[in-house]
């Protein structure tokens, strides 16, 4: 569950910055460096400025998320860094929401970049194994090797964990449908699609946090 809203408000937050803020993307820095260096080669240096801020964002945003997680280490509170990221990916995204009128393009998407950065650096699991909930290419390929393993060799571990991969992909477009299905409705604060599926999360954690307390307290 945790898994999917991760990724389904990942998938929003590429989908947002995209579609309302110059076609940059806040998590597939991939696509960014590409963008950025497809325009360098054609000699069109005045809009490599587009890619590069959300770029350095996410490099900066990695580092804040770092320094979050040395921080809540010393609490020794469970679950107490995966909640706090969460908050500070609500708190990017509701500023955006309600600062985007007046916010340029760069910051905005830098402000994204940073919320996406945030949660890859926390959210790196996924029941064990290696995820992500941002960049989907290594998450296909382990699908089609879970399904050709599954299949072949009838490992039904791999079978098992190519269905939950395919759960995140699907979250993620699901996540960037929504965002680009009511983007011309609700223009700057259809990003508070993403900013629901952070909240559910946070909740959950909240939850699980108060579940926890209570049971070493007995």
């Given at each position: 569950m945790i898994g999917s809203l991760l990724a389904a408000s990942a998938g929003g937050f590429d989908a947002f910055t995209y579609l309302q803020h110059g076609e940059?993307?806040?998590?597939?820095?991939t696509g960014n460096l590409i963008l950025l260096g497809v325009h360098l080669g054609q000699g069109q240096f005045g809009v490599t400025?587009?890619?590069l801020i959300p770029i350095l964002a996410f490099i900066f945003g990695t580092m804040v998320a770092r320094f979050f997680q040395h921080t809540i280490k010393k609490s020794k509170q469970p679950l107490a860094a995966p909640q706090l990221i969460i908050t500070w990916e609500i708190l990017l995204t509701a500023i955006v929401a309600l600062a985007d009128p007046v916010l340029p393009d760069l910051l905005a998407s830098a402000l994204i970049s940073m919320t996406a950065a945030a949660q890859l650096q926390e959210f790196r699991k996924l029941k064990g194994g290696p995820f992500t909930s941002l960049m989907m290419t290594g998450n296909l390929r382990t699908v089609a090797e879970g399904i050709y393993d599954g299949l072949i060799h009838h490992n039904t571990d791999a079978s098992r964990k190519a269905l939950d991969i395919l759960t995140i992909i699907l979250s993620f477009?699901?996540?960037?449908g929504l965002v680009g299905g009511f983007s011309h409705m609700f223009s700057h604060y259809v990003i508070l699609i993403s900013t629901l599926f952070l909240s559910i999360i946070w909740?959950?954690?909240?939850?699980s946090r108060l579940i926890l307390s209570k049971e070493q307290g007995k």
């Open positions: 940059v993307f806040a998590g597939l820095q400025i587009h890619y477009s699901f996540g960037a909740f959950v954690f909240w939850r």
